[in-house]
């Protein structure tokens, strides 16, 4: 069924035709209540993709963490505190709101702090087809309470380089940084959460 702004919702001429169609009544309004209520609140379909782009995007930092963990990071696992993706994912979009095209003008370029400095995690462009209109430099944070494992401590310079961790715990804070691409005016944002 499709729903227009032109459909008389539950007229008996247009419910007495379908069930002359033999559709059964309860279902068809039903179906009639679903889409009065998608009519009266089209935000509701704006926060379905909302919630949607923000699920992409959480999946999009973990997969990034799972491929730098063997390459960049050296360790066997990446332990990411509960929600944290998703907080991220949260505050990328509200950043990308204000911008032109949104998050498909965005380009993301994710690193990691550790106690030695910065290491690249990798480069993301949203959309490809899109000249890019801002940069987001996500920066997660280590977590230096995190005390070492026993295992660290009896592999420590025996197989493994000196640079390999069996796991790298991320602390619950992190950076973004926001810089326009098409303004000289407008500046850097930076907030830390």
């Not at 309860?26 to 509701?44: M, S, V, Y």
């Amino acid at each position: 069924m499709v729903a227009t702004s032109t459909l008389k919702t539950k007229s008996s001429e247009c419910i007495s035709e379908l069930v002359d169609r033999r559709y059964d009544q309860a279902c068809i309004e039903k179906e009639l209540d679903f889409w009065d209520h998608c009519l009266a609140e089209p935000q509701r379909n704006v926060d379905v993709n909302e919630d949607r782009t923000c699920q992409q995007l959480a999946k999009m930092f973990e997969n990034c963490l799972s491929r730098a963990k063997k390459t960049t990071l050296h360790c066997s696992s990446v332990l990411v505190p509960e929600k944290l993706t998703r907080r991220i994912a949260r505050e990328v979009l509200r950043l990308a709101s204000c911008e032109p095209c949104g998050l498909r003008g965005c380009v993301l370029y994710i690193h990691l702090e550790l106690e030695k400095g910065c290491k690249r995690l990798e480069r993301i462009v949203y959309d490809a087809t899109v000249v890019p209109t801002f940069e987001l430099t996500l920066v997660f944070k280590q977590d230096g309470t995190a005390w070492p494992s026993l295992r660290d401590f009896l592999f420590m310079g025996t197989c493994f380089a000196p640079t390999f961790r069996h796991v790298l715990k991320l602390s619950p804070g992190f950076r973004l940084v926001k810089k326009k691409l098409y303004s000289s005016a407008a500046g850097t944002v930076i907030e830390e959460c």
